[in-house]
């Protein structure tokens, strides 16, 4: 069963940059999509960027796009989103998530495994 663990998570100022990392355990990840995705505090969990298993597409939600960049490591089997010119509202709970399949997408609901989560806070 693929275990994946978020870090890096914490508080930063707005206009700050943090460094997501997701490791996974216990199986290779180098041929499944990978994505990430966030839940805000009374807010639905939402779409915010997505990579395929050669890392050749990549997907954004509209609200990170420019900000935020998606990659992986395969040979390490972890995944990383960097986060640039943060803003409060980007403050919420960060989650990695792993699709058994090649191809990504913005579906969260295909989408198997999930990490447990880490927290990003804004300060305004």
């Known amino acids: 069963q693929l275990q994946l663990t978020e870090s890096g998570g914490g508080l930063v100022q707005a206009g700050g940059s943090l460094r997501l990392s997701c490791a996974a355990a216990?199986?290779?990840?180098?041929?499944?999509?990978m994505g990430w995705f966030r839940q805000a505090p009374g807010k639905e969990r939402e779409f915010v960027a997505a990579?395929?298993?050669?890392?050749?597409?990549?997907y954004y939600a509209h609200s990170v796009k420019g900000r935020f960049t998606i990659s992986r490591d395969n040979a390490e089997n972890t995944l990383y989103l960097q986060m640039n010119s943060l803003k409060h509202e980007d403050t919420a709970v960060y989650y990695c998530?792993?699709?058994?399949?090649?191809?990504?997408?913005?579906?969260?609901?295909?989408?198997?495994?999930w990490g447990q989560g880490t927290q990003v806070t804004v300060s305004p």
């Open positions: 998530a792993a699709r058994p399949n090649a191809y990504a997408t913005r579906d969260e609901e295909q989408y198997g495994y």
């Open positions: 216990r199986r290779t990840i180098s041929a499944w999509a």
């Open positions: 990579i395929d298993w050669t890392s050749t597409t990549t």
